[in-house]
């Protein structure tokens, strides 16, 4: 492989929403780069610039740019394409970019797109962020996985069949990406009976954090940043 030497490419994981869950690892080389560049789905603010908002050196470029979701896979495919050329041309020019990731990178991260698309032309690193996974079980303080359980994690816009059987089988589970799905979710949920273990937090860490009762939650208010943890049953 012929790797550009020029601009470096690091995707940093920027955790789930409090500044003090960065890694020191990924400050550092926030604060070092000349160029960063961050996602919001159109017309929204980045979460991610405004976890690390404070860290910002205030003499760094920004590169904002943008991912629709619920697209279609290959129409998705060449907006991504043109949304990510601005962070090619800093590359290919000799900078270094900074490329912020609300959670873990690798974790369901928008900076997958941009590694998919340049990891192969130019020396990429990527930094683990702190997960929702990880931190939502947390800030409900409910202990999610003992000794040999299953976790199993499951993005709500699938099926309810799908939902159904995966949840059948695990141990433990998190239901992700819940927004307009909550309503199918909280039913299969009561159905098998497991609604009494499920717990709902949206906008884990951050500010605005609200932990709900499950039977409580206004299906027409549940933001993107929602999760419903389903502890293992067990407790040794
Ligand atoms: C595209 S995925 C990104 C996951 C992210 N890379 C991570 O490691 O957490 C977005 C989903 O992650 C979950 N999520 C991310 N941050 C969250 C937070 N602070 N509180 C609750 N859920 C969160 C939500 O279910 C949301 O729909």
Known sequence: MNLKTKGRLYGIGVG???????????LRLLQAAPVIAY??????????????????????????FHLPRALE????????????EPIAAHLAAGQDVVVLCEGDPFFYG?????????SEQYQTEVVPGVSSLMACPVALSVPFTYYNDILTVLPAPL????????????????????????????DILHKLGLASRARYIERATMAQQRIIPLDEVDPAKVPYFAMIVIPSKNRL
């Open 16 to 26: 789930p929403g409090d500044p003090e869950l960065l890694t020191l690892k990924a």
């Open 159 to 186: 099926s309810a069949e799908e939902l159904t059987t995966q949840l059948l089988t695990t141990d433990a589970a998190a239901i992700m990406k819940l927004g307009r799905h909550f309503p199918k979710v909280r």
């Open 110 to 118: 928008s900076f997958m797109y941009v590694f998919t698309r340049l």
């Open 73 to 84: 896979p290959e129409k998705a495919k060449s907006i991504y394409d043109k949304e990510i």
């Open 39 to 64: 996602q919001s789905a159109t017309d929204k603010e980045s979460i991610a610039r405004a976890i690390v908002a404070q860290y910002l050196t205030g003499n760094q470029i920004e590169v904002l």
